[in-house]
């Protein structure tokens, strides 16, 4: 139990277009998800927080307009990055709250690997 | 706000060795640690976690890690590792609005 998807694992694109990531929880309802970026050989750097049918809180230095964030459903919760550019090619993590261990554990995707060119 | 810091950027040993992965944390309130862990190309996986009660936490792979309030130290410990525990090892810290806080990690390599 408790398994958090992501789609796409990995997606390529132009510099100026946006791409959306789903992050899922399979097999519980998530109280609330996040969106971590993690750079090579670095840490996991938190960027919102998402509960279901409210707006995304979003961390110092992030740009809420560019990283956009919508919470459709207790399993659902996507992350559009608008017109992206080469330096926001990262990884994408999120992870969800919830299941049988309770509210106090997060369950992390598998991540999804963006490159703008 | 809270923070973490891990002692070591790499850790190389041999199998069977003991490890010892050092994490300190700061922040005012109480918190919940963490210690995860990512092998080559997979997702974190929670090694083990420590809320409250016991400070000497047992996970999951033979890991351990004790809490100790007075250092503000979370230490990850492994008495006898295997060339399949090479992997990215990072502490964190959650507090009560459950966000997490990451160290910048450990890379262990363990050579057979």
């Known amino acids: 139990g408790a398994v958090v998807s992501q789609h796409p694992s990995w997606v390529i694109c132009k510099s100026g277009t946006s791409v959306k990531i789903e992050c899922r929880s399979l097999d519980f309802q998530a109280t609330t998800m996040f969106w971590y970026r993690q750079f090579p050989k670095q840490s996991l750097m938190l960027m919102a927080t998402s509960n279901e049918g409210s707006k995304a809180t979003y961390e110092q230095g992030v740009e809420k307009d560019k990283f956009l964030i919508n919470h459709a459903s207790l399993t659902l919760s996507t992350l559009t990055v608008t017109s992206a550019h080469p330096e926001d090619s990262s990884f994408y993590i999120c992870?969800?709250?919830?299941?049988?261990?309770?509210?106090?554990?997060?369950?992390f995707g598998p991540g999804t690997r963006l490159t703008v060119t | 706000a809270q923070s973490v810091s891990q002692h070591n950027h790499h850790v190389i040993l041999s199998e069977a060795a003991s490890l010892e992965l050092g994490c300190n944390y700061s922040y005012g309130g109480t918190v919940n640690l963490f210690w995860y862990v990512q092998y080559p190309g997979q997702h974190l996986q929670l090694l083990l976690k420590?809320?409250?009660?016991?400070?000497l936490v047992k996970g999951i792979k033979g890991f351990e890690a004790e809490f100790i309030k007075s250092k503000f130290s979370f230490n990850l410990r492994k008495p006898s590792v295997q060339w399949s525990d090479t992997a990215e090892y990072f502490c964190a810290v959650g507090g009560v609005d459950y966000k997490l806080s990451f160290g910048a990690g450990t890379t262990v390599t363990v050579r057979a």
């Open positions: 992870s969800a709250r919830g299941g049988l261990a309770g509210v106090n554990e997060q369950y």
């Open positions: 420590y809320f409250s009660g016991d400070p």
